[in-house]
């Protein structure tokens, strides 16, 4: 496994709260990305990166942004959470173009 | 966008006994990917598989690129094995891929 590490595990927020997702990543991969998991839509793709300051967006990216400024670290950011991001948000880095997986957070927006 | 669709959508099975499911992509992607998403919600790479046949175990997966579908063999389920399937295929973004996935498989294998 991929040492892959999401933190929160678990947050509870209020709408118009800003909301920061941290993904950490111990094994150097270059790619890292930024899903979110919803009943009956499988995982779709918010943000990815393909290097420390290289981000681009996804096909479901509205009112979420990135960072990454080191190899290891990639920051999901809900700018003003609203009840449509009440989710469950997965981390994942790509090596040799396989995906590996962090554990999720289970976000809810109140 | 290219649609991902995996059926059937959701299986019940005794354990021991086999099962296939199916991804079909609508138009052409790369690095097409099996993962098995456990009951605690641990999302695991069960084959990476652009074309042609893999096996690991009680599990085989097989890609023809050339129509768009891949199929995955579950044999001799397990308990175990219950969970979520998904399949996940990749078009060329900014700098590296971007991945689709399915809305996959859910399977409960009953002892």
């Known amino acids: 496994d991929a040492g892959i590490t999401q933190s929160p595990r678990h947050k509870v927020t209020e709408t118009g709260t800003p909301v920061t997702l941290r993904c950490h990543q111990t094994?150097?991969?270059?790619?890292m990305y930024w899903y979110r998991q919803d009943p009956g839509h499988g995982l779709r793709l918010i943000h990815y990166s393909y290097g420390v300051k290289d981000t681009d967006k996804g096909e479901v990216s509205d009112g979420y942004s990135v960072s990454r400024s080191k190899t290891e670290d990639f920051l999901l950011t809900l700018e003003s959470a609203t009840s449509s991001q009440t989710s469950v948000y997965f981390c994942?880095?790509?090596?040799?173009?396989?995906?590996?997986f962090g554990a999720g957070t289970r976000l809810s927006v109140l | 966008g290219i649609q991902v669709e995996q059926s059937p959508p959701d299986l019940i099975l005794q354990e021991g006994a086999n099962s296939t499911l199916r991804c079909n992509f609508s138009d052409s992607v790369n690095n097409l990917q099996w993962f098995h998403q456990n009951p605690w919600g641990q999302l695991i790479n069960l084959f990476y598989?652009?074309?042609g046949t893999k096996q690991n175990g009680r599990l085989s997966a097989t890609t023809v690129a050339t129509e768009r579908y891949s199929l995955l063999y579950i044999s001799s389920s397990q308990t175990t094995d219950s969970g979520v399937y998904f399949c996940a295929g990749a078009r060329r973004g900014s700098g590296t891929y971007k991945y689709i996935f399915g809305t996959g498989t859910r399977l409960k294998v009953l002892a």
């Open positions: 598989i652009p074309s």
């Open positions: 994942a880095t790509s090596s040799q173009n396989i995906q590996y």
């Open positions: 094994e150097n991969h270059r790619y």
